[in-house]
Every structure is written in C-alpha cells, then in structure tokens.
C-alpha cells in the first residue's frame, strides 16, 4: 500500500495538535461566556477552510501533475521536496515546543520526531532518479 494511509499519519498528528492548541486559545477563555458561540463557530469555520484549502490544493496537483510525463515528474520532484521540506519544519516546531515547555511534553516530542523522520525520509527518498517514463 506504500503510501495510502500517510494522510492519516500527518492529519492525525498535526491535526490533534493544531486542535489541541486552538482550543485552549480560543475556545477554553471564552467558556460560559456570551462569546462562546461565536467563538466555537470561528473554531470550526477554521478547521472548514482548512479541508478546503487541502482539498483544492490535491486536486490542483493532480491537474498539474497528473500526466507522466519527464517534465510534470521533475516539477512534482520540486513541489514534494518543498512539502517534505515543510514537515521537516513543522517538526522542528514541534520539538521545540516539546522541549520549551514546563512540564517537557512527551506526547509534542514524539509527534515532532516522527514530523522529522518523515520530511527527513522523504527529502532523502525524493532525491534519488525516478524510472523512465511509461510509453
């Protein structure tokens, strides 16, 4: 299956942790308050404009990418290395703000060592020749 459930392992990582810090910023100061329909309401249209965004951006990628040709391979190679780039980022992020805070957080420093095994791994991955072109 190689890499048909990846998504998942990003969603899931980033997702609880992103909802995780929204909550306590937006959400948890404002419960039982008058503001807090307003506020649970912003939450969830950020998370709606997310998928969305997410959603647009695969489809643009299939279009742009989707025929296999030498080309449209090297131009993919490129945006996945920026990509790979990111998560390797994003777990840098994650692993200071494990280590930054006061209890350190087990939970943050083993999601940004997986966020760095990943964007490290598929920097290291995507630099290597692809197979020739399928006729």
Do not use: N
Not at 20 to 46: C, H, I, S, V
Not at 52 to 72: C, I, M, S
């Amino acid at each position: 299956m190689g890499y048909a459930f990846l998504y998942g392992v990003f969603g899931s990582l980033l997702g609880s942790s992103l909802g995780a810090f929204l909550y306590e910023r937006m959400l948890k100061p404002a419960l039982g308050t008058p503001e807090a329909d307003g506020r649970a309401r912003a939450f969830w249209l950020l998370f709606a404009v997310l998928d969305v965004v997410a959603a647009a951006g695969l489809v643009l990628f299939a279009r742009r990418f989707g025929a296999d040709t030498e080309e449209t391979r090297r131009q993919a190679r490129a945006v996945m290395r920026g990509v790979y780039a990111a998560v390797l980022l994003v777990g840098g992020v994650f692993l200071y703000v494990a280590f930054s805070s006061t209890p350190v957080q087990a939970r943050t420093a083993v999601q940004a060592a997986i966020f760095i095994a990943l964007g490290t791994g598929g920097l290291l991955m995507g630099g290597r020749e692809s197979p020739p072109a399928r006729s």
